[in-house]
């Protein structure tokens, strides 16, 4: 049953994470459950170097690619951060779509984007992504979304997604990724922990949390993303942002039918 609307749904704080503050006799996969949704923006501020930098490109991104009477969609969309900045961005004629499979994160969606669900310029569905028509979508944005998909599922759905993109359109993409030489891994590894340190985390909190995301959270390398998306069709996969062990993509669908698109810098074109 979904809760009510505060009178004043802006007036609601977000809550801070304690989770995993607490000893847990078992740690159980992390799922995105009402109490993860109440503290989910504080979580992850805390969790992800670059987040806020993250949300900044993909401002830029939608004020150059979103294209006028189209649909954007924020798949895991969770608390709605990606989705605001899609509605911000974005030209008016444009409509946001949020998906998430979580009802709980759904809820709090709707308490935090309440003012652009009621101004028709976002709309919420609760439901897999895998089942969701992109169908008109100039931009689609995972962020920190692939990750707790299956392997098998992910080039499906990117392949899905070119072929739902209007031509030019753009996936945006930020994930965490891992490093395949073990002691470059191992360093970023540390400098995470430290980073969690520095945001407040205590060592049993940061140890309960690992716990609950190994084999829920399946991070790939960055070249992986990448040839996922070239081999789906999409050009110039790039890295956008860096931040210790997460980064944010992207690639774009030709604006021809032909994978050498004319959409090239002009100086390739002389």
């Known amino acids: 049953m979904t809760p009510s609307l505060p009178d004043n749904p802006q007036s609601k704080q977000p809550e801070i994470d304690r989770v995993y ?4 006799e078992t740690i159980s996969p992390f799922v ?14 805390r969790s992800v170097p670059g987040y806020t930098l993250c949300h900044e490109v993909l401002a830029l991104i939608t004020q150059r690619y979103a ?52 101004h028709d310029r976002v709309a919420l569905s609760c439901q897999d992504i895998s089942d969701t028509d992109l169908a008109g979508a100039s931009i ?26 209007l031509p030019g359109g753009i996936v945006f993409v930020a994930e965490k990724i891992t490093n395949p030489e073990m002691d470059q891994q191992q360093a970023i590894n540390e400098l995470h922990l430290d980073f969690k340190r520095r945001q407040g985390y205590s060592e049993l909190e940061i140890a309960q949390k690992r716990s609950a995301l190994e084999a829920v959270l399946v991070p790939e390398t960055e070249l992986a993303h990448h040839q996922r998306l ?13 931040a210790l062990n997460f980064i944010a993509f992207m690639g774009q669908k030709p604006r021809s039918n032909s994978k050498r698109s004319a959409h090239r810098p002009e100086r390739d074109r002389r």
């Open 32 to 45: 995105f459950n009402h109490q993860v949704a109440q503290v989910f923006d504080d979580m992850i501020s």
């Open 230 to 242: 070239a081999q789906c069709g999409f050009e110039i996969p790039q890295t956008l942002t860096r």
């Open 21 to 24: 503050a607490e000893p847990k």
């Open 140 to 165: 689609v944005v995972l962020n920190y979304t692939l990750q707790f998909l299956p392997l098998a599922i992910r080039d499906q759905l990117m392949a899905r997604i070119y072929q739902s993109l």
């Open 67 to 118: 294209q006028a009477g189209s649909l954007l969609f924020d798949l895991g969309c969770s608390s709605g951060a990606s989705t605001k900045v899609l509605a911000d961005a974005a030209p008016t004629t444009c409509k946001i779509i949020g998906i998430d499979n979580s009802q709980p994160m759904i809820d709090r969606c709707q308490v935090t984007l309440h003012d652009l669900i009621e």
